[in-house]
Nanobody, 124 residues
Framework: VQLQASGGGLVQAGGSLRLSCAAS????????MGWFRQAPAKERDFVAA????????VYADPVKGRFTISRDNAKNTVYPQMNSLKPEDTAVYYC??????????????????WGKGTQVTVSS
């Protein structure tokens, strides 16, 4: 299984970015595909996840109403659309996959398959 993240960059506060996570190597039916982020000197935190088969989504409280996670089956890609970005959203963003429910992925990251991170920097 390979997860390739892209789309990070520098954006001003209030702006938008869309990240991508291209997944390959197996069928992801019944998998949760998610995003986590890690700011300097902080733990890696859950951001959002989507069930590959049911489209069920879960969001962390700090991003609810601003981030939207979606997927494109034809491209095997998961996208978090990030709007109204704030300086506190600055972090390295990682995509993850695991054969579990999105809510379970929110509770624990144990067992996640990880992609490489992509840096998101929001300037004030």
């Amino acid at each position: 299984v390979q997860l390739q993240a892209s789309g990070g960059g520098l954006v001003q506060a209030g702006g938008s970015l869309r990240l991508s996570c291209a997944a390959s190597g197996r069928s992801f039916s019944n998998y949760a595909m998610g995003w986590f982020r890690q700011a300097p000197a902080k733990e890696r935190d859950f951001v959002a996840a989507i069930n590959w088969s049911t489209y069920n989504t879960v969001y962390a409280d700090p991003v609810k109403g601003r981030f939207t996670i979606s997927r494109d089956n034809a491209k095997n890609t998961v996208y978090p659309q990030m709007n109204s970005l704030k300086p506190e959203d600055t972090a390295v963003y990682y995509c993850a996959a695991r054969r579990t429910a999105p809510l379970t992925m929110q509770i624990t990251s144990r067992g996640n398959i990880w992609g490489k991170g992509t840096q998101v920097t929001v300037s004030s």
